[in-house]
């Protein structure tokens, strides 16, 4: 079986690619404001608040949770969504990484 184009870099870097692509559609930024602001909630209260259809948020529901963003659980016949701290973990202490490189250095590059 022939290599992909991400066997080349590490797990970490992988995962944090993963993380941001998740994150880069204006509805799924909506989606985490939204859930940060009630905590949790169902699939049709988002659908109230975003001017997208119910399958178009599924999907984005589907990409956020795969990326580890978002947890659901089933509550009945719907499934209650929340913030996933794992994954934005990772994003804070890569952010992290780059706000101390940034203090140590000063911004001194080219």
């Known amino acids: 079986m022939g290599t992909t184009k991400t066997d ?4 970490k870097q992988n995962e944090l ?9 204006p509805a799924r930024i909506a989606i985490i404001e939204h859930l940060l602001k009630v905590n949790s909630c169902i699939c ?3 659908v109230n608040e975003l001017p997208l259809a119910q399958p178009t948020i599924s999907q984005h529901l589907k990409e956020l949770k795969n ?10 016949a719907s499934i209650c969504y929340c913030i996933d701290a794992g994954g ?3 994003i804070k202490v890569f952010f992290q990484e780059i706000s101390n490189h940034l203090e140590k250095t000063k911004n001194q590059c080219c």
């Open 8 to 11: 080349g870099f590490t797990e």
């Open 17 to 25: 690619a993963i993380l941001a692509k998740a994150l880069g559609h």
């Open 44 to 46: 049709g209260e988002i």
């Open 67 to 76: 990326a580890g963003l978002i947890k659901g659980n089933f509550e009945g």
């Open 88 to 90: 934005f973990e990772k």
